[in-house]
Nanobody
């Protein structure tokens, strides 16, 4: 249902954009978000965006990351600028989707690895 892409290796100070597209029997996509998780650590919220476009960010990424969405394409993006080595993680997209059966469910993407070298 959620397919993430765009991760990779980048030098510190560089930029990267990850994308996540939803597919299937979609009626409405509500909140969309990006989380990240390092090995042995809890998954943490990086940024979220409502259907209306209201955003929220973790303090650690404010001013550097921008979340956006294209409702026509059922896609959420995370533009990451001024990347730091501590941003190295697996990034997961998350969405609450109401399907055509009128049931709302939470979905997770498969994760995309972002590595920032110093």
């Amino acid at each position: 249902q959620l397919q993430a892409s765009g991760g990779g290796l980048v030098q510190a100070g560089g930029s990267l954009r990850v994308s996540c597209a939803a597919s299937g029997s979609i009626s409405t996509i509500y909140n969309m978000a990006w989380y990240r998780q390092a090995p042995g650590k809890q998954r943490e919220l990086v940024a979220s965006i409502t259907r209306a476009g209201n955003t929220d960010y973790a303090d650690s990424v404010k001013g550097r990351f921008t979340i956006s969405r294209d409702n026509a394409k059922n896609t959420v993006y995370l533009q990451m600028n001024s990347l730091k080595p501590e941003d190295t993680d697996v990034y997961y997209c998350n969405a609450v989707i109401r399907a055509t059966d009128w049931v709302s469910r939470e979905y997770w993407g498969q994760g995309t690895k972002v590595t920032v070298s110093s």
